[in-house]
């Protein structure tokens, strides 16, 4: 099993910076890729970043390209979120999750293991 804790969430202001931070334990030899999602109240939940475990490659969705940062630490099996620029459509739980196989695209991966959530709410 795979345990995965997000931390770093809370309240900032338009233009802001925030960090989340998710640390992974348990059975973490067989990670392909870590990535950030998120949901907002009444809409579904959509791929925010990923990168892949072994080559670094991030990708990420348009909405945050420019703006967020994915970075990871394989040593310590933590990824990372740096997030600026905010801004209000950004307010949303955002959720790590630990991919064990690739697929079509980063946001198609099969994350198999989830977080609980960290909430983002960004003011203007």
């Known amino acids: 099993q795979v345990q995965l804790v997000e931390s770093g969430g809370g309240l900032v202001q338009a233009g802001g910076s925030l960090r989340l931070s998710c640390a992974a334990s348990g059975r973490t030899f067989s990670i392909a890729a870590m990535g950030w999602f998120r949901q907002a109240p009444g809409k579904e939940r959509e791929f925010v970043a990923t990168?892949?475990?072994?080559?670094?490659?991030?990708y990420y969705a348009d909405s945050v390209k420019g703006r967020f940062i994915i970075s990871r630490d394989n040593a310590k099996n933590t990824v990372s979120l740096q997030m600026n620029s905010l801004k209000p459509e950004d307010t949303a739980n955002y959720y790590c999750?630990?991919?064990?196989?690739?697929?079509?695209?980063?946001?198609?991966?099969?994350?198999?293991?989830w977080g609980q959530g960290t909430q983002v709410t960004v003011s203007s």
């Open positions: 999750a630990e991919a064990t196989k690739f697929g079509p695209d980063p946001g198609e991966y099969e994350y198999d293991y």
């Open positions: 990168i892949n475990w072994s080559t670094g490659t991030a």
